[in-house]
C-alpha cells in the first residue's frame, strides 16, 4: 500500500484543497450549520462517523457521533485536531510531508499519545487571516475521514474541490 504513491502530487492536491476550502468567516454558528451538513452527509451515505468542530483554542463547538462509533473515535479526533493545531496544515498533509521529509511526530518533540499523522483532521481558515477551527472527523479509513471533510466543506462553501485518489500510508 501506498509503495507507487506520488506524495509530490498528493501534497500538491491536498495544498489546493487547503486554498479552496477557506471562509470568508467563521463563527459558532457557521460551525453549527456545518456540522449539521456533515450529519446530514453521514445519514445520506449511511455511515458510521464521528465529527468534532473545535476552535483553536481546544473549545468544542459542534460534537456527533454516529451509534457506530466510541471513545476511541473521540480519542482520534482528539489526537488528529492536536495535529492540525500544531502544524496549521490538515492531518493528511501533514502525513504526507512526513513521508516526503522523514520527519515524525516526535521530530518535533511532541508525543504519539496527544498527535497523530493520518487524515481527518482539516483546519478552518479565514481568506487572509489565518486558522480559526479545526474539524475532526474519525472511524473511517483516513483517506476518506479526509474526503469526507472536504466533500463537505466542498458541498457548504459551494465551490469544487479535487478530490485525492492516492492512498497515503500511516507512517
Given at each position: 500500500?501506498?509503495?507507487?504513491?506520488?506524495?509530490?502530487?498528493?501534497?500538491?492536491?491536498?495544498?489546493?484543497?487547503?486554498?479552496?476550502?477557506?471562509?470568508?468567516?467563521?463563527?459558532?454558528?457557521?460551525?453549527?450549520?456545518?456540522?449539521?451538513?456533515?450529519?446530514?452527509?453521514?445519514?445520506?451515505?449511511?455511515?458510521?462517523?464521528?465529527?468534532?468542530?473545535?476552535?483553536?483554542n481546544g473549545?468544542?463547538?459542534?460534537?456527533?457521533?454516529?451509534?457506530?462509533?466510541?471513545?476511541?473515535?473521540?480519542?482520534?479526533?482528539?489526537?488528529?485536531?492536536?495535529?492540525?493545531?500544531?502544524?496549521?496544515?490538515?492531518?493528511?498533509?501533514?502525513?504526507?510531508?512526513?513521508?516526503?521529509?522523514?520527519?515524525?511526530?516526535?521530530?518535533?518533540?511532541?508525543?504519539?499519545?496527544?498527535?497523530?499523522?493520518?487524515?481527518?483532521?482539516?483546519?478552518?481558515?479565514?481568506?487572509?487571516?489565518?486558522?480559526?477551527?479545526?474539524?475532526?472527523?474519525?472511524n473511517l479509513?483516513?483517506?476518506?475521514?479526509?474526503?469526507?471533510?472536504?466533500?463537505?466543506?466542498?458541498?457548504?462553501?459551494?465551490?469544487?474541490?479535487?478530490?485525492?485518489?492516492?492512498?497515503?500510508?500511516?507512517?
Amino acid at each position: 500500500m501506498g509503495k507507487d504513491t506520488n506524495f509530490e502530487a498528493a501534497a500538491s492536491l491536498i495544498r489546493r484543497q487547503e486554498e479552496l476550502l477557506q471562509f470568508d468567516s467563521f463563527t459558532n454558528a457557521d460551525a453549527w450549520e456545518l456540522g449539521r451538513l456533515m450529519v446530514e452527509e453521514i445519514k445520506a451515505r449511511g455511515i458510521e462517523l464521528a465529527v468534532c468542530i473545535r476552535k483553536v483554542n481546544g473549545n468544542i463547538v459542534f460534537q456527533y457521533a454516529t451509534d457506530g462509533t466510541n471513545l476511541n473515535n473521540q480519542r482520534w479526533m482528539m489526537r488528529k485536531y492536536h495535529t492540525v493545531a500544531y502544524m496549521e496544515t490538515s492531518s493528511l498533509l501533514a502525513t504526507v510531508m512526513s513521508h516526503i521529509t522523514g520527519e515524525k511526530i516526535a521530530t518535533h518533540g511532541l508525543s504519539d499519545t496527544e498527535y497523530v499523522l493520518c487524515g481527518g483532521g482539516f483546519p478552518i481558515k479565514i481568506k487572509g487571516s489565518g486558522m480559526t477551527m479545526v474539524v475532526t472527523v474519525s472511524n473511517l479509513p483516513h483517506e476518506k475521514d479526509h474526503g469526507f471533510i472536504v466533500d463537505c466543506l466542498a458541498k457548504y462553501l459551494n465551490v469544487e474541490a479535487p478530490a485525492l485518489t492516492e492512498e497515503i500510508p500511516i507512517p
